[in-house]
């Protein structure tokens, strides 16, 4: 497992500001999965002995939050907001559309690697719903007809240069030609 030198001095970092090491797990396994997308047994066992704790300790960890995971993500990851303003602009459609579509339950990786959907709470931009995340790119009011055309564009790779989807970070780009977005999350 190999790690950046900046999440490596960041976990040195955070490790101290706990009474007790053991006490900085959950920080120290947000920062690895950041990096990493996953938690193997193998980087398991490298975060139980940073915290001079067992391997056990952190992989209940793991298996109890619904945010952490054991296994990495496909190569195109979708999020669908599933929390009360998004469902009631029909995240629920949106996230069948989207699975029935690309082939793949909302939870799961599909078989070829290509596609994995994650049904979960706030993307933080609840104003504009259903609000539908590829990768780091946000995209917004995608429901009904909409969803379908971008689960078709998603399947023929052609969402990146598509004309009537914008992420939310690349209209920033484009409405502002000298300062860089910053992500909203
Ligand atoms: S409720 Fe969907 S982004 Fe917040």
């Given at each position: 497992m190999?790690?950046?030198k900046?999440?490596?001095?960041?976990?040195?970092?955070?490790?101290?500001?706990?009474?007790e090491?053991?006490?900085?797990?959950l920080?120290v396994i947000?920062l690895?999965?950041d990096?990493?997308?996953?938690?193997?047994?193998?980087?398991?066992?490298?975060i139980a002995?940073?915290?001079?704790?067992e391997p056990?300790?952190?992989k209940?960890l793991?298996?109890?939050?619904?945010m952490?995971?054991?296994t990495?993500?496909?190569k195109?990851?979708?999020?669908?907001?599933?929390?009360?303003?998004?469902?009631?602009?029909?995240?629920?459609g949106?996230?069948?559309?989207l699975?029935?579509k690309?082939g793949?339950?909302?939870?799961?990786?599909?078989?070829?690697?290509e596609f994995?959907?994650e049904?979960?709470?706030c993307?933080?931009?609840?104003?504009?719903?259903?609000?539908?995340m590829?990768?780091?790119?946000t995209?917004?009011?995608?429901?009904g007809?909409?969803?379908?055309?971008?689960a078709d564009l998603?399947?023929?790779?052609?969402?990146?240069?598509?004309k009537?989807?914008?992420?939310?970070?690349n209209?920033l780009v484009?409405?502002?030609?000298?300062s860089?977005p910053?992500?909203k999350?």
């Amino acid at each position: 497992m190999e790690l950046s030198k900046e999440t490596l001095t960041k976990i040195e970092e955070v490790i101290p500001r706990y009474p007790e090491k053991r006490s900085a797990a959950l920080m120290v396994i947000h920062l690895v999965q950041d990096e990493l997308g996953f938690i193997s047994d193998e980087t398991c066992s490298w975060i139980a002995e940073k915290l001079e704790i067992e391997p056990i300790n952190i992989k209940e960890l793991i298996t109890f939050y619904p945010m952490l995971r054991e296994t990495p993500w496909a190569k195109k990851h979708i999020r669908v907001c599933r929390t009360l303003p998004c469902a009631l602009r029909g995240s629920y459609g949106t996230c069948k559309i989207l699975e029935d579509k690309l082939g793949v339950k909302e939870g799961h990786v599909r078989e070829d690697g290509e596609f994995s959907i994650e049904f979960m709470e706030c993307l933080a931009d609840c104003g504009e719903g259903p609000v539908v995340m590829v990768g780091e790119d946000t995209y917004e009011n995608i429901e009904g007809k909409n969803a379908e055309s971008f689960a078709d564009l998603l399947v023929q790779e052609k969402l990146d240069t598509s004309k009537d989807f914008t992420s939310y970070e690349n209209g920033l780009v484009s409405k502002s030609p000298v300062s860089k977005p910053t992500k909203k999350k």
